[in-house]
């Protein structure tokens, strides 16, 4: 699909326009008075109440006009844009449609023209986003020419500079979606390094890519990220990325990513249940985050200095595989008692943790598939929040409100910091109870934070795929969710 922007009507096989209702009069938004006299007369014959998402077709000289409902539009928000756009575009894929116009402005209802475009825009590229490389019929866009058209040329710089990073930013969702959807058969940890390592040197200027293998990783003294790799046919990758602004001082404010990558989870020795192993490829989805939010902070010139740590391997089992019982040093040197090799996005975090603190960031965001609770706690649909300093937990919770995706705080209590201490080590790696897992899970994690560090953990277990109730992501899959709110955060945007 060529997607254009106009600053004058061309004609198009369909126009999307939208509809507002108040006081249960309906108004077509629209300058063009013919196409108002048409609408009236033929909406005179329906039920159409311009309620949110109702659409309603339209003839008119040879042109289909569809047009959507916004409801009250002073009430239509920017979610309601996405949720309702995204619905309408995705059944428009699969018509036999040469060329759609939209008519953005018609859809301006409280918000300013230049977002108004940008989220149109943002709209049209997530949910145009299918997973279908291995099916014989793929499911083609079948529009050829997507015009937005903004009957406002003032507005054309600026709405370029936007759309460009609209662009960056849904690219970079796209990416992290094709890497979570991506088979563990051939996704696995030698293989992911290589993908990011190629797309970065690729897209990503000025960025420094190193990749530490298994000897590197020996090196560097992780026995926790190699005690989880132990029982895998494949190397571990620790993937570095390093991006500095181009405009830097010593005030330059440097942020440390680091992502969970276990490209899949058997569970090792305390081995899933089979049905719970299913879609445990997308467990590497908190590296595949951070990897599509940094990708979209350095194409979008984020003005900090941003290290992205990514800890890449399987958890897999074979007779070298770490057993339950197993006590193993970690490149901090602090010791953990294994009890349960289920939890191992932990301590593949706990390394990588480490190696970030001592790039001397001013904080830390680690982001992870990291435990089951999440989900018991806060479904589906909202992601986890926890770390040690206020002020970065309400910028990101502040980022993600700008990007209406939902992000909630747990906190972490002595108790709970107690709880992870082993009687014969330092750490276990499993709390006593079932209770609290997410908690436990990020109490676990803040021993392995540096001094003076903020740090905040996302547990994206439960939003990371399958959003069936979002029309922009695809219903079975990767969400690619956290990806704007992260990059929000790291763009200071407002
Ligand atoms: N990758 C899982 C977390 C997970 C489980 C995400 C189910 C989404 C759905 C993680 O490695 C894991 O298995 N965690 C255990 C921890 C437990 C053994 C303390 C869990 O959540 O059951
Ligand atoms: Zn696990
Ligand atoms: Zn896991």
């Not at 309702?84 to 428009?92: A, D, E, N």
């Not at 997973?131 to 937005?148: E, G, P, Q, R, V």
């Not at 709880?419 to 021993?447: C, P, Q, W």
């Not at 547990?459 to 795929?465: E, F, L, N």
């Amino acid at each position: 699909m060529n997607i254009k922007f106009e600053y004058q009507p061309t004609a198009s096989d369909m126009v999307i326009l939208s509809a507002h209702s108040k006081n249960e009069k309906v108004s077509l938004n629209t300058k063009c008075k013919d196409i108002k006299a048409t609408f009236e007369s033929a909406k005179s014959k329906t039920s159409f109440k311009a309620s949110k998402g109702e659409t309603f077709t339209l003839q008119n000289d040879g042109t289909t006009f569809l047009i959507v409902g916004m409801g009250d539009k002073t009430k239509f928000k920017s979610e309601c844009l996405r949720r309702t756009f995204g619905k309408v575009f995705r059944s428009l894929r699969s018509k036999e449609l040469n060329s759609v116009s939209i008519d953005a402005l018609s859809f301006k209802g409280k918000f300013d023209s230049v977002s108004t475009c940008e989220l149109i825009y943002e709209t049209v590229l997530l949910s145009d986003y299918v997973f279908d490389k291995y099916k014989k019929t793929k499911s083609d866009n079948k529009i050829k020419n997507l015009t937005i058209f903004i009957d406002d040329k003032k507005l054309k710089a600026k709405v370029q500079k936007s759309t460009e990073r609209v662009f960056n930013t849904c690219e970079s969702i796209n990416i992290t979606r094709d890497l979570v959807n991506e088979a563990p058969n051939v996704l696995h940890s030698e293989e992911y390094a290589k993908i990011v390592e190629k797309d970065a040197k690729k897209n990503l200027k000025g960025v420094k890519v190193k990749i530490l293998n298994k000897s590197m990783i020996k090196k560097e003294k992780m026995g926790l990220f190699l005690s989880v790799n132990a029982g895998s046919a494949k190397e571990p990758r620790l993937v570095h990325l390093s991006y500095t602004p181009k405009k830097v001082t010593k005030k330059t404010k440097h942020v440390a990513l680091v992502g969970k990558g276990i490209t899949f989870d058997t569970g090792g020795y305390s081995l899933k249940p089979g049905s719970s192993m299913v879609g445990m490829k997308f467990d590497m989805g908190g590296s595949a985050t951070l990897y599509g939010a940094f990708r979209a902070a350095v194409l979008n010139n984020s003005p900090y200095k941003i290290d992205c740590v990514l800890a890449m391997t399987d958890n897999a089992v074979n007779s070298e595989a770490t057993t339950p019982d197993s006590i193993v040093r970690g490149r901090k040197g602090i010791t953990v008692e294994i009890l349960n090799t289920d939890a191992e996005g932990r301590l593949i975090l706990a390394d990588a943790l480490d190696y970030a603190s001592d790039l001397g960031p001013d904080e830390i965001i680690d982001a992870a598939t990291l435990t089951g609770a999440c989900l018991v706690a806060l479904g589906t649909q909202v992601c986890a929040i926890l770390g040690n300093d206020n002020k970065l937990i309400s910028s990101l919770k502040k980022s993600a409100a700008a990007q209406n995706e939902y992000i909630w705080e747990l906190p972490i209590i002595d108790e709970w910091r107690d709880d992870m201490k082993s009687k014969i080590a330092d750490l276990k790696n499993i709390g006593s109870t079932r209770y609290a897992g997410t908690a436990t899970a990020a109490a676990f994690l803040e021993n392995f934070i540096g001094k003076d560090i903020a740090w905040a953990h996302l547990d994206i277990a439960g939003v990371c795929d399958s959003q069936s109730h979002l029309s922009y992501c695809n219903p079975k899959g990767a969400s690619g969710l956290m990806v704007r709110s992260v990059a929000h955060y790291l763009l200071n945007e407002k």
